[in-house]
């Protein structure tokens, strides 16, 4: 269904639900890039919601990757779209923090959602994460940027980074091309030493 190695498969191939967010593809290209993954890589995607980042990350490591969310109706979108591309992850239906002590060091962790318990679940998170490997925190809220840069700050990551990603798309009107706005994005990412 993708056949190529960059990422940001286009939305419309994902499967969708209404009430399951999608980390769109342009910002979904740029939070992988961040993550700086490899080949046998293994993974965490944290709030995995459709599963857009958690069919990435498969695609691009062909490693162990693990998608959580306490969200059944995610958990099941995720599933069907991980199917759909012929990836494989394994799905926990859970809060992060309930499931993270359990899961093993990886290279890379993505935190996409934490629904209102952030710093928290960044240091399990980070705790999680293997010497040299990659958090990258996506968010809309100004509030969950503060307490996530402040989590990170506290476990003296290094290469800390914090980028705004503010995309507008063009969608064709009868006089030509108007261009459309998405919410910004705030993306945080460091290194574990």
């Given at each position: ?59 691009q490591t062909n490693g162990a990757v693990y998608g959580i969310d306490f969200d059944e109706k995610a958990i099941e ?30 290279d890379a962790v993505i935190v996409g959602g934490t629904y209102g318990d952030t710093k928290r679940v960044v240091q ?65 990412s460091a290194t574990k030493p």
């Open positions: 269904m993708w056949d190529f190695k960059t990422p940001g498969i286009p939305d419309e191939l994902f499967e969708r639900a209404e009430e399951v967010p999608i980390t769109k593809e342009d910002i979904r290209a740029v939070v992988i890039s961040k993550l700086r993954l490899k080949d046998g890589y293994s993974a965490i995607d944290i709030g995995c919601g459709s599963g857009s980042i958690t069919v990435e990350i498969c695609l979108l995720t599933r069907r779209n991980l199917a759909r591309f012929k990836a494989d992850a394994k799905l926990i239906h859970s809060k992060a923090q309930d499931a993270l002590p359990s899961l093993p060091q990886v399990m998170a980070a705790g999680r994460l293997r010497s040299g490997g990659r958090i990258v925190i996506d968010t809309i809220l100004v509030e969950t940027m503060y307490q996530a840069l402040e989590a990170v700050n506290e476990l003296k990551l290094a290469e800390v980074e914090v980028t705004q990603v503010t995309i507008a798309k063009g969608r064709r009107v009868t006089t030509g091309t108007m261009m459309v706005a998405r919410n910004p994005v705030m993306i945080i």
